[in-house]
T-cell receptor, first 114, second 114 residues
Framework: EAGVTQSPTHLIKTRGQQATLRCSPI?????VYWYQQALGLGLQFLLW???????NRGNFPPRFSGRQFPNYSSELNVNALELEDSALYLC?????????????FGPGTRLLVL | GNSVTQMEGPVTLSEEAFLTINCTYT??????LFWYVQYPGEGLQLLLK?????DKGSNKGFEATYRKETTSFHLEKGSVQVSDSAVYFC?????????????FGRGTSLIVHP
């Protein structure tokens, strides 16, 4: 069974640009979560998508957005990039009954904003 | 709201030493508890989990017991190896009111010397 995949592995952008990150969940998983892992800050919850809808979002500005497609893959878009957006962005997926389910993480996309 | 507090690192040990990484939580419901591990340059992997009070999760020589009375889920290993060097995250999940947001601790870095 293939795990969670993310692309690209690395992304370099300049301030003000837009970044698009992609995630494919494990087959059969309907929920996708996005996290930001900035240096020294642990995991910060960004967004939760389930069945194509945004279910919840963390304490991030609206320039962080995304969507989930009918095949349950997901995109995270970051507009008007700022230097502090440089971080590892992790995607995770889970099955139903999410409260008791393990999240399976992808390897992440490392975003560098210059 | 929910929160997870982990001991600050880095924790530095010699090979074959005993490991304890403390984790305490606050939650309004009955959460599931998890330990994830992140090896250098990789995403998070589930290490072990426990879904109800007094459950013990175990994997690869690591274990943790869900202690509701002390709201703790401390990670232990009897004899660490150099290959255990990684960052360890304690996490909880709690579904209440139709909303579900996983909560992670800030992570504890473990360095094991030969």
């Amino acid at each position: 069974e293939a795990g969670v995949t993310q692309s690209p592995t690395h992304l370099i952008k300049t301030r003000g640009q837009q970044a698009t990150l992609r995630c494919s969940p494990i087959s059969g998983h309907t929920s996708v979560y996005w996290y930001q892992q900035a240096l020294g800050l642990g995991l910060q919850f960004l967004l939760w998508y389930d069945e194509g809808e945004e279910r919840n979002r963390g304490n991030f500005p609206p320039r962080f957005s995304g969507r989930q497609f009918p095949n349950y893959s997901s995109e995270l878009n970051v507009n008007a990039l700022e230097l502090e957006d440089s971080a590892l962005y992790l995607c995770a997926s889970s099955r139903e009954d999410r409260a008791r389910e393990t999240q399976y993480f992808g390897p992440g996309t490392r975003l560098l904003v210059l | 709201g929910n929160s997870v507090t982990q001991m600050e690192g880095p924790v530095t040990l010699s090979e074959e030493a005993f490991l304890t990484i403390n984790c305490t939580y606050t939650a309004t419901g009955y959460p599931s508890l998890f330990w994830y591990v992140q090896y250098p340059g990789e995403g998070l992997q589930l290490l072990l989990k426990a879904t109800k009070a007094d459950d013990k999760g175990s994997n690869k020589g690591f274990e943790a017991t869900y202690r509701k009375e002390t709201t703790s889920f401390h990670l232990e290993k009897g004899s660490v190896q150099v290959s255990d060097s990684a960052v360890y995250f304690c996490a909880l999940s709690d579904q209440r009111g139709g909303s579900y947001i996983p909560t992670f601790g800030r992570g504890t870095s473990l360095i094991v010397h030969p």
